[in-house]
């Protein structure tokens, strides 16, 4: 059985803190974060679409019910949804993923996967059709397109393969630190015995490593109630150009994710095949 098909159930069974179920698909306006970086998922499934004079990057592609929203979000920034050259991946599930194929057929876009997540993509699995990748990356590669670079860091557990994407932005006489966090949430995971997965809390520490050592301005993840895309558009178009910056907020947020792994790995430490639903 592969690992998708015994996780998935679970990644729609319970919602995500500060997330709600009308949130995953409810339009949500387009809008430049930093430099050449700019927004345009739902309102808490994240896209992110990078603009450079070569085409475009787009990372993740939510579920195939959400596409035309986001030709929609590209389109109303004044570029062209058929301008996509490359297609990224946070994790594989399915919230993140389903239409990746569908992207890649109707743009011709090359879909670059974490060699962890890659044979995942592929494969044909309950709300999700699979599609071929085009390239598979390892940690700490680079993805390069018309001057923009974008280093590829493994924080995997939440999938093996979950990718943490990083970048440096000039914005106005600013360089700043972008983070766009993969995953640290440990969703209906048995973190014990686990069979399909044995390493999965042995790499969850490795994530939660890496993710305490990387230097972070800007603040962004896989869902917008990761780093409060809600609260912070608001301040955002309220007039604070920085309500985006928020290196205190991310380590809080990692911190908080670290302390809830280690509190149920322990509970299922005591509770063998017990995962907290």
């Known amino acids: 059985m592969k690992l998708r098909l015994l996780i998935a159930p679970f990644l729609f069974a319970a919602l995500l803190p500060g997330q709600t179920a009308s949130d995953q698909h409810r339009e949500f306006p387009a809008f430049r974060i930093a430099g050449n970086l700019y927004y345009v998922g739902t309102a808490d499934l994240a896209v992110y679409l990078v603009h450079t004079p070569a085409g475009n990057i787009l990372i993740n592609s939510d579920f195939l019910q959400d596409v035309p929203m986001i030709k929609k979000s590209i389109e109303q ?3 062209k949804y058929s301008d ?3 297609l990224l991946l946070s994790h594989a599930h399915s919230d993140h993923d389903e239409a990746m194929g569908l992207l890649r057929k109707e743009t011709g876009a090359k879909l670059e996967v974490m060699e962890g997540d890659a044979a995942e993509e592929e494969v044909v699995a309950p709300r999700r059709p699979g599609t071929h990748v085009d390239k598979v990356l390892h940690d700490g590669d680079t993805v390069e397109l018309g001057g923009s670079k974008w280093i590829a860091k493994l924080t995997p557990g939440h999938t093996k393969g979950c990718t943490t994407w990083i970048t440096r932005i000039r914005e106005g006489n600013r360089d700043l630190n972008v983070v ?3 995953s640290p949430n440990i969703n209906a995971f048995a973190l014990v015995n686990n069979k399909e997965y044995p ?3 042995d790499d969850y520490v490795k994530g939660f490593a890496v993710l305490h050592a990387l230097p ?3 603040f962004l993840g896989a869902h917008g109630s990761y780093f409060g895309l ?3 558009y608001e301040k955002f178009k309220a007039g604070d150009k920085d309500a985006f910056i ?3 907020g991310y380590k809080a947020y990692i911190t908080e994710r670290e302390r809830l792994f280690h509190e149920e790995w ?3 430490k005591k509770n063998p095949g017990t995962p907290k639903k």
């Open 266 to 268: 322990d509970r299922q």
């Open 180 to 182: 766009i966090v993969g």
């Open 84 to 86: 996509t050259k490359i």
């Open 246 to 248: 928020d290196p205190e």
């Open 216 to 218: 972070c301005d800007v």
């Open 230 to 232: 809600m609260a912070k």
């Open 199 to 201: 390493e999965i809390t």
């Open 77 to 79: 920034l004044g570029f």
